[in-house]
């Protein structure tokens, strides 16, 4: 399988926290973004790392690349209620497609 | 809002329905895709159509038809649907070159098929 591998599946956490989500995948890719999905809605772009990158910020987002490892991770810190999403990385392979895992749904508790 | 429009947002159809789903980019992209979103599976691209030709077909039964009749616009045509093709229907779109590789979605046809 070429898929993004979203760690963990779940992952509940306090309001103000720091909520940490990791992805591995199997190929080469020309960069790895990351997406947020609110239920049962599309998927909206977050942020994106080039393969020759190692870590880039955007707000209250940090992403981690190792390409040697093959995985990157996702820090959201001091997390909101509105942070209550799923949220998926997606390898960009040199065929020109994304591979998509099946997310990690984020749950923010008040 | 992302520039995307899906029609409609929910649909129920049974077996022996034909229908239709609209997707619209406002974007000026050239590269447009149909994606199924099952419940705890990962997205699956069915269709992937760049300036109106279709370039991956990702062995998507017959019964699940798109057209692309200009880069704004991508249907998804739909026959004698089986329950398990229930799922969330996402259209995406991306502007095709320029080094920029971020897809738009639109917020998705919730599909149940009866």
């Known amino acids: 399988s070429q898929q993004g591998e979203e760690d963990p599946q779940a992952l509940s956490i306090q309001e103000g926290e720091n909520a940490t989500m990791n992805c591995s995948y199997k190929t080469s890719i020309n960069n790895l973004q990351w997406y947020r999905q609110n239920s049962g809605r599309g998927l909206v772009h977050l942020i994106l790392i080039r393969s020759n990158e190692r870590e880039k910020h955007s707000g209250r987002l940090r992403v981690t690349l190792d390409t040697s490892k093959k995985s990157s991770s996702l820090l959201i810190t001091a997390s909101r209620a509105a942070d209550t999403a799923s949220y998926f990385c997606?390898?960009?392979?040199?065929?020109?497609?994304?591979?998509w895992g099946a997310g990690t749904k984020l749950i923010i508790k008040p | 809002e992302t520039g995307v429009t899906q029609t409609p947002r929910h649909l129920v159809m049974g077996m022996t329905n034909k229908k239709s789903l609209k997707c619209e980019q406002h974007?000026?992209?050239?590269?447009m895709y149909w994606y199924k979103q099952s419940a705890k599976k990962p997205l699956e691209l069915m269709f992937v159509y760049n300036f109106k030709e279709q370039t991956e077909n990702n062995s998507v039964p017959s019964r699940f038809s798109p057209e692309c009749p200009n880069s704004s616009h991508l249907f998804l045509h739909l026959h004698t649907l089986q329950p398990e093709d229930s799922a969330l229907y996402l259209c995406?779109?991306?502007?095709?070159?320029?080094?920029?590789?971020?897809?738009?979605f639109g917020p998705g046809t919730r599909l149940t098929v009866l």
């Open positions: 995406a779109s991306r502007p095709s070159g320029g080094g920029t590789d971020t897809q738009y």
């Open positions: 997606a390898p960009f392979h040199s065929n020109y497609q994304l591979i």
């Open positions: 974007l000026g992209h050239n590269a």
